[in-house]
T-cell receptor
């Protein structure tokens, strides 16, 4: 099993550009999450999904959108990138709510 | 006040030392997680516990629900244990993460 995979690993965006961060898991987990990690801060939840077709906002959803058309994929869309979105983004999945989470390797995004 | 507080923020130890990292929380929880973030950035789950104690190799995690406190112990520490250790609690909503404890083990 590959677990949770994320692409790309690194990306530099200009202010106002858009992009999609890809996340795929092969563990048949219903629950998937997107987090951002800023220096010196704890992981913050952006969006989460409890199953295909069901998504909800987390703590810091502004400037992002998600979709969940399949169990495996949970892409994160950044519209009109801003410097405040410079961060490391992690996707994760779990088989249960509050269960053990499996993390992807992360995407380091810089917005200039 | 943060809902999840970890201490210390930074910890330097000599190889072989016994290490303790603490996590205190202020909310009712269903589960507490300990995670390890490697220097390269990857995050792995070490433990999930809701009561008592769990052990995996040289790692031991304990939780005291009444005192709202958990500890992560590393016995016979090794330089490869150098990482950031993160505590997270599952409360009514989503997981709440601490800021992490950066551990450096010197040979």
């Amino acid at each position: 099993n590959a677990g949770v995979t994320q692409t790309p690993k690194f990306r530099i965006l200009k202010i106002g550009q858009s992009m999609t961060l890809q996340c795929t898991q092969d563990m048949n987990h219903n629950y998937m999450y997107w987090y951002r990690q800023d220096p010196g801060m704890g992981l913050k939840l952006i969006y989460y999904s409890v199953g295909a077709g069901i998504t909800d906002k987390g703590e810091v959803p502004n400037g992002y959108n998600v979709s969940r058309s399949t169990t495996e994929d949970f892409p994160l869309r950044l519209e009109l990138a801003a410097p405040s979105q410079t961060s490391v983004y992690f996707c994760a999945s779990s088989s249960a709510w509050h269960g053990t989470q499996y993390f992807g390797p992360g995407t380091r995004l810089t917005v200039l | 006040k943060n809902e999840v507080e970890q201490s210390p923020q930074n910890l330097t130890a000599q190889e072989g030392e016994f290490i303790t990292i603490n996590c205190s929380y202020s909310v009712g929880i269903s589960a507490l997680h300990w995670l390890q973030q490697h220097p390269g950035g990857g995050i792995v789950s070490l433990f999930m516990l809701s009561s008592g104690k769990k052990k995996h190799g040289r790692l031991i995690a304990t939780i005291n629900i009444q005192e709202k406190h958990s500890s992560l112990h590393i016995t016979a520490s090794h330089p490869r244990d150098s990482a950031v250790y993160i505590c997270a609690v599952g409360s009514q909503g989503n997981l709440i993460f601490g800021k992490g404890t950066k551990l450096s083990v010197k040979p």
